[in-house]
């Protein structure tokens, strides 16, 4: 019998944790339908156009099964078909929810033989063809759900689960391309001290707001100085959305992983819908496409 999976959009980062933070999105969603076969390896079909590898060992969701495969004992394949709601590039965790997905179909056609940090380590090869990177920030709230840390990825993932109270999230996506591979490759390599102890200090403090439900010290804590700075310049109408999204009440918020997209996080949906208006006079005052979502964490 096939399985039909919802994978789940994800922000990355959560501003201060580069790659160590990440959370699920109500919407959208990618919807996966998977099938073992006899025949070993994996078979991919797309429902939609976006121009994406079938060969498995170069597609996000191939990879991922190619892995998982190699530690199964049976001699099985996996037919797989995608269909895509989460745009590819678009920094909501498309590739993740690929990746994510398909390894959370083949464990339930299994019979959930895999723990959860497992189901991480394989997807992780999908995320790794897809930015050249093994993180794991979008791919452990996919499988998850909520927020979650991941406190090392080596030897293997170790990924906290945070009870986090309810946010509401707008996410705007401009339409302009920022590859994740690119967006790695201009981080500066070195950080200074006084940076590291301003992050680490937000890390912490925006771990212990979601734990303790203080909207407060979320919001104090949505500060990023290492990577936001560099990335930020890629994003046309960044400074105006942030800056318009706090004075329109937002807790704050910043880059959904290596963006394009933004996120800001609010209180309640009316101050969500505000942030949208912002994100709304932004980018039709830049002349530029964009999408944008008012959702929760999932
Ligand atoms: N943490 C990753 C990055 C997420 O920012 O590069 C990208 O998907």
């Not at 699920?24 to 099938?35: H, I, S, V």
């Not at 310049?233 to 960044?238: C, K, N, Q, S």
Request: with cysteine; glycine share 10%; charged share 20%.
């Amino acid at each position: 019998h096939p399985v039909t999976v919802l994978a789940p959009a994800t922000v990355a980062n959560v501003v201060c944790g580069f790659d160590v933070l990440g959370f699920a999105l109500a919407e959208p969603a990618d919807e996966l339908q998977l099938r073992l076969t006899e025949q070993p390896g994996v078979v991919i079909t797309h429902e939609d156009d976006f121009g994406l590898p079938t060969e498995p060992a170069r597609n996000v969701a191939g990879a991922a099964l190619l892995a998982m495969l190699r530690a199964v004992p049976e001699e099985v394949g996996v037919e797989i078909s995608i269909r895509k709601t989460i745009r590819p590039g678009s920094g909501i965790g498309s590739s993740a929810a690929s990746a994510a997905g398909a390894v959370v179909g083949l464990n339930a056609l299994l019979g959930n033989r895999f723990s959860q940090p497992e189901l991480v380590h394989y997807a992780m090869y999908g995320e790794e063809v897809a930015s050249g990177a093994r993180h794991a920030d979008n791919i452990a709230p996919a499988i998850y759900g909520g927020v979650t840390l991941i406190r090392a990825t080596l030897p293997s993932p170790d990924v906290v689960p945070l009870d986090a109270p309810p946010l509401f999230v707008t996410v705007v996506h401009p339409q302009i391309e920022i590859k994740t591979a690119d967006a790695r490759r201009i981080l500066r390599q070195e950080v200074p001290l006084r940076d590291a102890i301003r992050q680490w200090g937000n890390v912490g403090g925006l771990v212990a707001g979601l734990l303790q439900h203080d909207y407060a010290l979320i919001g104090r804590s949505l500060e990023d100085v290492v990577v936001e700075p560099v990335r930020s310049i890629l994003i046309p109408g960044f400074a105006e959305v942030k800056d318009g999204s706090r004075v329109a009440g937002a807790l704050g918020g910043g880059i959904s992983g290596s963006g394009p997209a933004l996120f800001m996080l609010s209180q309640d949906e009316a101050t969500a819908r505000a942030v949208e208006n912002v994100m709304h006079a932004t980018y039709q005052r830049l002349s530029l496409d964009y999408h944008t979502y008012v959702t929760t964490i999932h």
